[in-house]
């Protein structure tokens, strides 16, 4: 899952891309406001870690500037600003969630995993389809009740299909959501994952659209 983080604190920032990257997100980090509204404009994330001060635009701009453009992205926002008015000024202009400095990363990560079932429209914290129970938390899957061993890549892969089921997913939006700006990827990657995929689950559970992407059919074929 592809993150944008905007944090112009570096030991901060350090520490949250580090953490991030563990729990298996891609993540893109700016220290800069204007960039990261730029950046907004030209990718596409399926969350943002937003901090509120930052150099040449504001976070609340950035918020706004992203919900005029009907950008629904899910916003995290840091702020080290613990009041009512604060808040209510923040979710007013867009925000989905907060989190006040000093912080524990558990919480941050759950919090985040919260905002992207809510994007999903899922209220349970595991998603079930045809045998396949994949757990966020835990990164764990499981098929028919056997525990199944995926690599993180696999995971995230499977994460996103699953949270997207009925829908055609392009290789270029795998790779977006998988991979951040300084990784390296080769050409077959994605189709190497969901092969491996494919050995390890039911054959059938993703099917290739030619020329499209990859779908995880929905049981009303829709």
């Not at 969630?97 to 000093?102: Q, S």
Request: overall charge negative; some cysteine; hydrophobic content about 40%.
């Amino acid at each position: 899952m592809r993150l944008l983080l905007v944090e112009d604190d570096e030991i901060l920032g350090d520490g949250l891309v580090a953490g991030l990257t563990m729990e298996g997100y891609a993540v893109d980090w700016l220290t800069n406001g204007k960039l990261a509204d730029e950046a907004l404009k030209l990718n596409s994330y399926e969350l943002i870690v937003l901090d509120l001060n930052l150099p040449d635009m504001d976070g609340l701009t950035i918020l706004r500037n992203l919900r005029s453009r009907k950008d629904e992205t899910p916003v995290m926002v840091l702020t080290a600003k613990d009041t009512v008015p604060d808040r209510v000024l923040g979710l007013d202009s867009g925000a989905d969630d907060f989190v006040i400095k000093p912080f524990d990363l558990d919480e941050v990560c759950a919090r985040l995993r919260a905002l992207a079932r809510r994007n999903e429209g899922r209220s349970v914290p595991t998603i079930e389809y045809k045998g396949v129970v994949l757990d966020p938390a835990a990164h764990q899957v499981t098929y028919n009740g056997e525990k199944v061993e995926l690599s993180q890549k696999e995971f995230e892969i499977l994460n996103f299909l699953m949270g997207n089921i009925g829908k055609v997913i392009s290789r270029a939006r795998l790779e977006e959501s998988l991979y951040s700006w300084n990784s390296d990827i080769e050409s077959n990657t994605v189709e190497v994952h969901i092969h491996h995929l494919r050995k390890k689950l039911d054959s059938g559970l993703i099917r290739t659209v030619r020329g499209v992407g990859y779908i995880i059919d929905s049981d009303d074929g829709q």
